[in-house]
């Protein structure tokens, strides 16, 4: 974790600095993941991460420190998937991609109860499982885009999708533009 005290000279209070710095961005980060792992055990930190994150938006970097340490915030809330657990279901999803995806049947895969798994997911994927399964599909979508002439309608179905109007919307609110126009925007020339 990078704190203002690592930072040469250690004084940038009041520095207007710019979002793209990496040193904002990665503080900013830190601390909304921190806020994210105390969101349910402990509002009070919550408030805090969220308040330091905004001040280091407006642009100051020396924003107050943490209250307590990560480990304490994350013992509050679930740890997150085993790595063989992440693997198993990064492996399953990519495997049946192209059809429905229940998550009791992740959980079974993971040996983990289905609500347990939801909250675990989220702090390892940073996404519920549905929305990481809809991004997959979109991903897979892309991909066939730009590599066959295939319908959409086509592609919707084989990428899990239950049709092309499912597809489009999806789509459109993952990539902020319509497949088509997606499509015909990316798509190289398949001769």
């Known amino acids: 974790m ?3 005290s690592s930072l040469p000279n250690g004084n940038y209070a009041g520095t207007r600095v710019g979002l793209r710095d990496a040193v ?10 921190r806020a ?15 308040i330091s994150a905004l001040a280091l938006l ?6 107050p420190s943490a209250p307590r340490d990560e480990a304490e915030a994350r013992s509050h ?3 997150g998937l085993a790595r063989w657990q992440q693997s198993r279901i990064e492996s399953f999803v990519a495997a049946n991609i ?13 040996r983990l109860s289905p609500s347990y798994l939801c909250k675990v997911f989220k702090v390892t994927f940073g996404v519920s499982p549905h929305s990481y ?7 897979r979508a892309k991909s066939a885009m730009v590599s066959t002439r295939a319908a959409l309608s086509d592609i919707a179905l084989d990428c899990g999708f239950s049709d092309q109007a499912h597809l489009c919307r999806v789509f459109r609110q993952a990539v ?8 015909q925007a990316n798509q190289t020339d398949l001769g």
């Open 2 to 4: 990078l704190s203002s």
């Open 24 to 33: 904002v961005c990665d503080r900013i980060s830190d601390l909304l993941r």
């Open 36 to 50: 994210e792992l105390a969101l349910d055990g402990d509002p009070a930190s919550t408030r805090h991460y969220v």
């Open 58 to 63: 407006d642009g100051t970097i020396n924003a």
């Open 77 to 79: 809330t679930a740890s």
């Open 98 to 110: 192209h059809q429905q995806i229940a998550i009791k049947d992740l959980a079974a895969l993971v």
């Open 133 to 139: 399964i809809m991004m997959k599909r979109v991903s």
């Open 176 to 183: 902020g533009e319509a497949p088509h126009r997606w499509r």
